[in-house]
Nanobody, 118 residues
Framework: QAQLVESGGGLVQAGGSLRLSCVAS?????MGWFRQPPGKEREFVASISRSGGLTNYADSAKGRFTISRDNAKNTMYLQMNSLKPEDTAVYYCAARNYYSDYGPYDFWGQGTQVTVSS
């Protein structure tokens, strides 16, 4: 059972940058970032494979966000550049059990708020 803790959220002006971190209490398989804008459903942002060699992005994140991970630190990152007001949301990290190569994410963090002002 892994616990996930996000950090790095905050208030930033449009065009600015933030880096989110997600620390896992143990080893995990694939991990991902999701977000839930105010009044909307939670949506996928980006994912990364266990090795870090494969990444996937939502269209809204392509070219602006970069997902990465440091397995030695059990930590995943989301570098967010050129932020827009529509990026305002609670950002969640998620992870799959280390021994599960497929299926839904098993673990979720509590979320970190990102607010982008215009």
């Amino acid at each position: 059972q892994a616990q996930l803790v996000e950090s790095g959220g905050g208030l930033v002006q449009a065009g600015g940058s933030l880096r989110l971190s997600c620390v896992a209490s143990g080893r995990t398989n694939a991990m991902g970032w999701f977000r839930q804008p105010p009044g909307k459903e939670r949506e996928f942002v980006a994912s990364i494979s266990r090795s870090g060699g494969l990444t996937n992005y939502a269209d809204s994140a392509k070219g602006r966000f970069t997902i990465s991970r440091d397995n030695a630190k059990n930590t995943m990152y989301l570098q967010m550049n050129s932020l827009k007001p529509e990026d305002t949301a609670v950002y969640y990290c998620a992870a799959r059990n280390y021994y599960s190569d497929y299926g839904p994410y098993d673990f979720w963090g509590q979320g970190t708020q990102v607010t982008v002002s215009s």
